[in-house]
């Protein structure tokens, strides 16, 4: 489908799959799968030796670090990504399903072929000096690979020999992917019933947010409760079974505490996480705050866990709608007012088949952007003529650049920490809400300025909360062995319930939520959403101080992960080690809430008058 634009050429609203193959049979999808597959036995011959010289001598291991970051870039994955993209667009293709488990493993078993490379260079590191091993980091010879060797030395006492590497990745399947996806296909054959009909639980999970009276929302959420608490008991052996691997795992590898395998591999300082927790959990009374004022907007008492996340509609009117036309036209003025490179980045995007904008039967819901090595980048919308469409068209474009600056980065640095990831898209999301709420009435802000608070409270204080619950679940499986689903479910309600304060009344299913809750499966990579969406708070606030800071930003955006999440940010003036970092993120969205108020009671004023 193509658009005609006043501003622009015509533009693709759908994606073009054929910036990768030309059809699902394309010869040149072998011929890629192949030749990466030649490469990663090339290398493995090469340097799988017995005494290898490249942990010996300094010159050997930086040609050897060459070769492996050329392997890096090699497209294993570009095939996998085809089918997968099939499949977000027409979720009952059957080939492209079949295509993609069978090149699950066969892309596995080839990346377990350079596995023995970072084990090597980890015990290598690891039975050598302190002393020795600053003198190895700092030779100048091996400058670039620094901070690649220096996260292999950081986690290089939690890595195992090869062949227990391998035993743990084999063991995987068995106890943890087939568990977490037994649940989830059972979940995905659930239906509730609404307005006379069958609807798919997932689907009823999205229409109850949309439902326009408190009493509707709680009867749906409820019957959706039922079926959570009938498959308790399934979940409940899953989150038994991959907790309790988990347990093994990190007892293998001598990680102290539950969450300390995520702040390893996300390269964070486990400092600033913990501070990240502590002053989120220490303002849970701000998520409060903001539910106070919802409650005003819903014009009820009390609130229940199915209001959470209840759309709200202000006196006097609708929201106006923005058609994608509208979208894209406003975005390009906003990003070439910012910076032109960022204008040019979604004009390429939009005229080449980028971006899939329109929701159909079939797609995959929801919203995102996906990138990897030599690759394009596709940005998949579901938009539909909204303010919230224009601000998560924002959002991914923000992925998108930052995908884009990533490019200049080594194929070691290219892929960034999930704890830098939502920074950008964060950020750009933040642009336009300040350029287009200032055009809003006072009823269409009300409605802009609740959604915003609601997604910081969604994506920081109910994170945090949901890393607490975590926590504490771990702890105790590790404590007591096992825990009921009605232990699990109890355990989850008091943790959202401190989160969403005392004007919420929570019933005894709210906590089978769990049962369907993937966030938990990924084990406390929840707290990446609060640190990146308070950092880039952190970041908005310094360019409208100075719109000069803009070039810092550009800088954040190239360094990909080339550095540790705090250095990057460190590296353009910005000091997320800081004790009151956090604290200061939070006070922004204090002001948002006292502002939402004012507007809130300006608008009662108005509507008292005018009875």
Not at 30 to 43: H, N, R, T
Not at 399 to 423: F, G, N, W
Not at 573 to 596: A, R, T
Request: glycine share 4%; aromatic share 10%; net charge positive.
């Amino acid at each position: 489908m193509k658009i005609k634009n006043k501003k622009h050429l015509a533009v693709l609203t759908k994606w073009d799959l054929k910036l990768l193959y030309s059809s699902p049979t394309d010869s040149q999808i072998e011929k890629d799968l192949q030749y990466a597959e030649k490469v990663a036995v090339s290398f493995e011959k090469k340097y799988k030796v017995k005494n290898p010289a490249y942990l010996k001598k300094m010159n050997a291991l930086h040609v050897a670090l060459t070769e492996y970051e050329k392997t890096m870039s090699v497209g294993l994955a570009k095939p996998l990504y085809y089918f997968e993209y099939i499949q977000c667009l027409d979720s009952k293709n059957n080939v492209a399903r079949a295509e993609i488990s069978k090149l699950t493993s066969r892309i596995t078993a080839t990346a377990n072929k350079l596995i023995f490379f970072e084990v090597s260079l980890s015990q290598m590191l690891k039975e050598i000096s302190k002393k020795d091993q600053k003198v190895f980091l700092e030779n100048p010879k091996l400058a670039h690979f620094r901070y690649f060797l220096e996260c292999i030395l950081k986690a290089s006492k939690h890595i195992l020999s090869e062949k227990e590497e391998k035993i743990l990745s084999l063991k995987s399947l068995t106890s943890r992917s087939l568990w977490i996806d037994g649940t989830q296909k059972i979940l995905n054959k659930q239906t509730v019933e609404y307005e006379g009909k069958l609807i798919p639980l997932s689907e009823a999970g999205l229409k109850i947010h949309e439902l326009p009276t408190q009493a509707t929302r709680l009867e749906l959420h409820k019957k959706q409760g039922e079926v959570f608490k009938n498959l308790a008991d399934v979940a409940e052996s899953e989150i038994n079974a991959v907790v309790t691997d988990k347990k093994i795992n990190d007892s293998l590898r001598g990680y102290e505490k539950p969450y300390d395998a995520t702040i390893v591999s996300y390269g964070n300082d486990r400092k600033s996480v913990l501070n990240l927790v502590k002053t989120v959990t220490d303002n849970f009374h701000v998520a409060h705050q903001f539910y106070a004022v919802k409650a005003k907007l819903l014009d009820v008492k009390k609130l229940y866990y199915s209001d959470r996340a209840a759309k709200v509609v202000a006196q006097g009117g609708q929201q106006r709608k923005i058609s994608f036309t509208e979208s894209y036209s406003h975005l390009y003025e906003l990003f070439n007012r910012l910076d032109p490179e960022f204008a040019e980045i979604l004009r390429q995007y939009v005229e080449r088949g980028q971006i899939d904008v329109y929701p159909k039967v079939g797609k995959q819901s929801g919203a995102f952007c996906s990138s990897s090595e030599n690759l394009p980048t596709f940005v998949l919308l579901n938009h539909t003529d909204t303010f919230d469409s224009l601000r998560t068209f924002a959002h991914e474009m923000g992925h998108a650049i930052h995908s884009e600056y990533c490019r200049t980065q080594s194929p070691l640095y290219k892929d960034v920490s999930m704890s830098t990831a939502e920074v950008a898209s964060t950020l750009f999301e933040a642009f336009v809400f300040e350029d287009y709420f200032t055009t809003l009435s006072d009823e269409e802000k009300i409605i802009a300025l609740h959604d915003k608070i609601h997604d910081d409270i969604q994506t920081i204080f109910r994170q945090i909360a949901c890393f607490n619950f975590e926590n504490e679940l771990h702890e105790k499986i590790r404590e007591k062995g096992a825990l009921t689903a009605v232990e699990i479910a109890t355990l989850m309600n008091t943790h959202m319930k401190a989160y969403l304060g005392p004007l919420f009344e929570m019933h005894e299913s709210d906590g089978y939520f769990f049962v369907t809750w993937s966030h938990i499966r990924n084990f406390f990579y929840v707290y990446s959403y609060g640190f990146g969406q308070l950092v880039s708070k952190a970041l908005h606030k310094k360019y409208v101080e100075d719109p000069s800071f803009m070039k810092q930003i550009k800088q954040f955006l190239s360094l990909g992960g080339s550095m540790s999440p705090e250095n990057i940010f460190k590296s353009i003036g910005v000091d997320v080690l800081s004790p009151d970092f956090f604290q200061k993120g939070i006070e922004s969205i204090k002001e948002d809430i006292v502002l939402l108020e004012s507007l809130v009671k300006l608008q009662g004023n108005k509507i008292q008058r005018t009875k």
